[in-house]
């Protein structure tokens, strides 16, 4: 485990936590990867503050690809994952020694977001890969039916990074494995931005964690293959109706143990799926 012990001068600097005590060392968890669970593991390492101040929890993003990669290297205790450790990264893992662990810690409906004022009813699997994929021949609204001013019916693509945990799961779900993404989109830092640059621009379609909704955006409902339309939602990720829900990880370098066990178990607890809950995505185990 790679713990650091600091000064509580250098948490505040580096986990934004609060003073408790006179100026004791706190032990430090090092937890940094996914953009799609940025928000609710920032949320986590606060409420985690209560349960034990001896142990703050420094978080940052950067994409699954850049937390599991740190966790290879040995740099982060824990790596946020929208997505499963590929076969290279775990056999980078185990060429190293390490077994990596794996731990479901909730679930997301990646949603598919347009601009408010667009009137699209729902969304086929099949027309978004002909949109995003390579080679797609669906390049303007008018072509799914849509009507839009004259001006906005071309489509405006918006996707993630290569480095995203959601770039790889929209790329495996909705393009296939051995389809790639079409040239020419707008691709994005973080899930947020992704919002944001639809609820600007009319012609825009996107995709991003439920959770980053906004009432700037309208949600658009998926079919798979002759199913029915489903509304993203935590009801829908819960029950796996919705086409593209999936599964959100946390990884450790093989079985954890000591604080970091005792991390973990608590985000597995009612009182830590309380909190995936209340950010908008979908908890493992059932809560009353």
């Known amino acids: 485990m790679r713990w650091r012990t600091i000064s509580l001068a250098a ?16 032990n430090v968890l090092q937890n940094k990867g996914s953009d799609t669970l940025v928000n609710v593991a920032q949320a986590w390492a606060e409420a985690y503050k209560t349960v034990n101040p001896n142990v703050a929890i420094a978080v940052t993003g950067g994409g699954s690809g850049t937390g ?33 662990k794996e731990f479901v810690v909730g679930y997301d409906a990646l949603a598919v977001y347009v601009h408010k004022d667009n009137p699209i009813t729902s969304i086929s699997l099949a027309q978004l890969a002909e949109i995003y994929g390579e080679d797609g021949t669906t390049v ?24 995203s945990g959601t770039y790889a799961y ?64 935590v009801g829908t990720a819960i029950d796996r109706t919705y086409p593209i829900a999936r599964p959100l990880f946390m990884y450790t370098l093989g079985e954890p143990t000591g604080d970091e066990k005792a991390y973990l178990d608590w985000i597995l607890s009612p009182a830590g799926q309380k909190i995936i809950l209340d950010k908008g995505y979908a908890p493992v185990t059932e809560l009353d």
Not at 82 to 87: A, G, Q
Not at 145 to 162: F, K
Not at 176 to 181: C, I, L, N, S, V
């Open 170 to 233: 929209f790329k495996a779900t909705v393009l296939g494995r051995e389809r790639e993404y079409k040239l020419g989109s707008l691709d994005q830092a973080g899930s947020k931005d992704v919002v944001a640059l639809v609820s600007h621009t009319p012609g825009a379609i996107g995709y991003s964690g439920l959770a980053y909704a906004t009432p700037d955006v309208k949600l658009v409902p998926v079919v798979a293959g002759d199913g029915p339309a489903v509304m993203p939602s």
């Open 140 to 163: 303007a609204w008018s072509q799914l039916g849509v009507q839009l001013p004259e001006d906005a019916d071309e489509i405006v693509r918006i996707s993630r990074q290569n480095n």
């Open 68 to 100: 599991i990669s740190a966790l290879i290297n040995g740099t982060v205790d824990i790596a946020n994952a929208s997505r499963k450790m590929k076969p290279k990264e775990m056999e980078h893992a185990k060429a190293n020694g390490h077994e990596p």
């Open 11 to 26: 948490v505040l600097a580096v986990a934004g936590t609060t003073a408790c005590g006179r100026g004791n060392s706190r």
